[in-house]
């Protein structure tokens, strides 16, 4: 099965094409780039190039759901959304902590209890903690410095954001990771039907609509 990897819920753009017969993976990741919405479709047909595959050679589409900030993560689903409906393939949402967490495996191979954490921007971050891969609480939203998780033993966080952790999660061995092709098409349950694909924003949007102005008592009311 050839499966294109998409996820734009951190600010790490990652795009892939993985074969899961012969294990190959052809993959893009753009560190720390906020152009997510100019970048991710020439960097798509980068990586379909590179590959020698076309779009109608795709079986699947995998796509992370965040947690991520709304515009981010929008982006990437939204263009997940209209590739698979274009080429009617299934289309599979997995959770982006579950694939940094599944990538920090594979490099460490440490199965202790493990924090994930990403940026969240106003001054939170998102977090989900692990043991042996599998996801046991989260993911949720908070302040760094009051994050009180018990039973960690090792942290995958963005170096700018640990020194923001409490003392006694600032001290655990930690690394960094993204959510590569190779772990987002690892953790989607291909085989299954696609659950509905819902976006995991945990959070209102920053924009919010307009309050209703109180308009002059000298300017009538039309109904139309």
């Not at 191979?109 to 891969?133: C, F, P, Q």
């Not at 966080?157 to 993204?178: D, G, M, T, W």
């Amino acid at each position: 099965m050839r499966v294109l990897a998409i996820d734009t819920a951190t600010t790490a753009l990652v795009t892939g094409v993985v074969d899961t017969e012969s294990g190959r993976t052809t993959q893009r990741i753009v560190a720390d780039t906020r152009a997510h919405n100019e970048r991710l479709m020439p960097t798509i047909l980068e990586v379909m190039g590179e590959a020698g595959l076309e779009f109608g050679n795709l079986d699947a589409i995998v796509a992370g759901v965040g947690p991520g900030p709304f515009t981010g993560l929008r982006v990437g689903m939204a263009t997940a959304q209209a590739l698979a409906d274009a080429l009617c393939i299934p289309l599979h949402g997995v959770c982006t902590h579950d694939a940094i967490a599944h990538a920090a495996l594979a490099e460490a191979g440490n199965e202790d209890a493990t924090l994930v954490a990403t940026d969240a921007r106003r001054k939170e971050i998102y977090w989900a903690t692990y043991r042996a891969g599998q996801r046991v609480a989260g993911p949720n939203v908070s302040k760094p410095g009051k994050l009180t998780v018990p039973d960690v033993a090792r942290v995958v966080i963005p170096e700018k954001l640990a020194e923001q952790l409490p003392e006694e999660l600032a001290a655990l061995p930690r690394s960094e990771a993204a959510p590569t092709a190779g772990a987002l098409v690892a953790v989607a349950l291909l085989a299954a039907d696609p659950e509905p694909f819902v976006p995991m924003y945990l959070r209102r949007p920053d924009a919010v609509p307009p309050k209703k102005q109180r308009l002059s008592a000298a300017i009538p009311e039309v109904r139309l």
